[in-house]
C-alpha cells in the first residue's frame, strides 16, 4: 500500500471512530448528555432559561458551576439569568468569573457589554465590543449583537 493510501485509510478509519464516539455520547462539551452532574445541571439550566424560568436556571446553572469551578459556560449563564432578574450586583460578578477562566468568551463578552448598557455605562459597553472585535476577526454573531445594542441605547438615550 502507497503512504498516500496508507494516510486516507487512518484518516477514514479516525473519522469513523469519532463518528461513532459521538454517536454514543462520548463529547465533552456542554450538549453531551453524559452523566457529569456538572453537565446534567448546565443542560437543566439551559431548559430552565429557555422557559424563562430564571429562578431555577439560577440555581441550576450555580449548581454546574460549583460542580465544575471551570466551567465559563456554566458562569457566563449562570450572569446571564441573574441579569434577568435585576441582580445586576451578581450577574457582574459571575461575568467576571467567566472571563477570568476564558477571556475570550464571546457570549460572556456580549452579555456583560448589554448589563453595562442596562446601568448607562456605555464605555464599559463599547469596551466589551472592542474586545469581541479583536476576539472575533472577521465578526461574529456575539459582536454584532452587541454592535446593535449599543446603537440602539445611543439612539434611545442620545
Known sequence: MTTVLRGLA???LAGSLAAQALA???SDTAGDSSGDPSNQAYLEGEKAADAGNWALAIVLFGQAASLDPGNADAYNMLA???RQTGDL????V??????AIDPDHEGAREYLGEAYLLIGDVEAAREQLEALDEICLLGCEAYFELKEAIEAWEAENG
Open 10 to 12: 487512518v484518516a477514514a
Open 24 to 26: 454514543a455520547g462520548g
Open 80 to 82: 446571564y439569568s441573574q
Open 89 to 92: 450586583e451578581s450577574a457582574f
Open 94 to 99: 459571575n461575568y467576571d468569573k467567566a472571563l
